[in-house]
């Protein structure tokens, strides 16, 4: 290949830059940074490819495009690329919700232009280049999305590029995709933002100093709470639909324990705790994470 244009560099941006560089996987990256600040560090950092200061500079130069902003800002970047973009440019992003991305896609792309959407399962709640790691993407499930007008040479190259990156490649709708990642990924992060609400909440209302006190599971749940705000508002919004069908689903589980603990219901309490165990398991041995006590902590 011969040039990589990468558009955002914070965590997964800067994280895709540092892996190619040291996988060779392009001759020249150009990056498009809006943010000073994250200019600023990329440059003290001293991380590899070259800065443009417009878009124009970057797709011209350029076969493959990668978007790592927040999907909010898809429409304004397609709207400023289509003078520039070619049926010779690959372009994907690694937003973490397709459907509502691919009807913008869709409506604003010019004609007879490709983009197949990428999604590689990894990140942190942290943001930023200076937070990047090369090995990041490394034996992660990357989700390509793959639908009956998708460009298949286009595909292939792009399987082929995640595979390089060091990630597993999987293929799905975006149908399909919003469905898994609801409750795998986008519940998951408002059930924490809600429960550290909540702790803040009853801190307020009861006047105790409640947060020093964090035991380990406000303390984990604080940590994904910690997740860039605009990348979640963008997924939540984005994913509306089957967000609301993911929390009606956990507000019925949640109204069974409920009931269980009021009732003192031992049988049906134990049953559902000894049976949600058994997840834990299978992500451990499907080498989703690692099985020792705590996370690794030491």
């Known amino acids: 290949m011969k040039n ?3 558009i955002g560099c914070g ?3 800067s994280s895709l830059l540092r892996r ?3 996988k060779k ?3 020249k990256i150009y990056i498009y940074e809006k943010s000073k600040s994250n200019i600023s ?3 003290k950092l001293k991380l590899p490819g070259t800065i443009v200061n417009k878009l124009q500079d970057g797709v011209v130069k350029s ?3 990668i978007l790592c902003t927040p999907m909010s800002e898809y429409k304004n970047l397609i709207l400023k690329m289509n003078k520039f973009l070619s049926p010779k440019n690959i372009i994907t992003d690694v937003g973490s919700s397709k459907l509502e991305t691919s009807k913008i896609i869709k409506k604003f792309l010019k004609k007879g232009i490709f983009w197949i959407s990428s999604h590689p399962i990894t990140g942190s709640e942290v943001s930023g280049p200076e937070y990047g790691k090369q090995d990041l993407f490394k034996n992660k499930w990357c989700v390509l999305i793959k639908e009956k007008k998708t460009n298949k040479k286009h595909f292939i190259f792009l399987n082929k590029f995640w595979k390089k990156i060091g990630s597993k490649v999987v293929s799905m709708t975006a149908v399909k ?3 898994i990642f609801s409750i795998t990924s986008h519940l998951p992060h408002l059930i924490a933002y809600n429960l550290v609400k909540s ?4 801190e307020k209302k009861q006047n105790f100093d409640l947060i020093k006190f964090s035991a380990g599971g406000l303390r984990d749940f604080s940590r994904i709470a910690a997740s860039n705000e605009i990348m979640w508002r963008d997924i939540f919004f984005n994913n509306s639909q089957n967000m609301r069908v993911a929390i009606d689903l956990f507000i019925k589980n949640l109204n069974s324990f409920k009931n269980d603990i009021h009732s003192k219901n031992n049988r049906s309490i134990l049953k559902k705790l000894v049976q949600t165990k058994k997840v834990r398991t299978k992500i451990v041995k499907l080498k989703q994470d690692i099985d020792k006590p705590d996370f690794g902590r030491v």
Do not use: P, S
Not at 199 to 202: K, P, T
């Open 4 to 6: 990589i244009f990468i």
């Open 11 to 13: 965590l997964l941006g």
């Open 20 to 22: 190619i560089k040291k």
């Open 25 to 27: 996987i392009a001759k």
């Open 41 to 43: 560090k990329i440059k």
């Open 63 to 65: 076969d493959l495009i």
């Open 177 to 179: 995709h919003d469905k």
């Open 199 to 202: 702790a803040q909440d009853f």
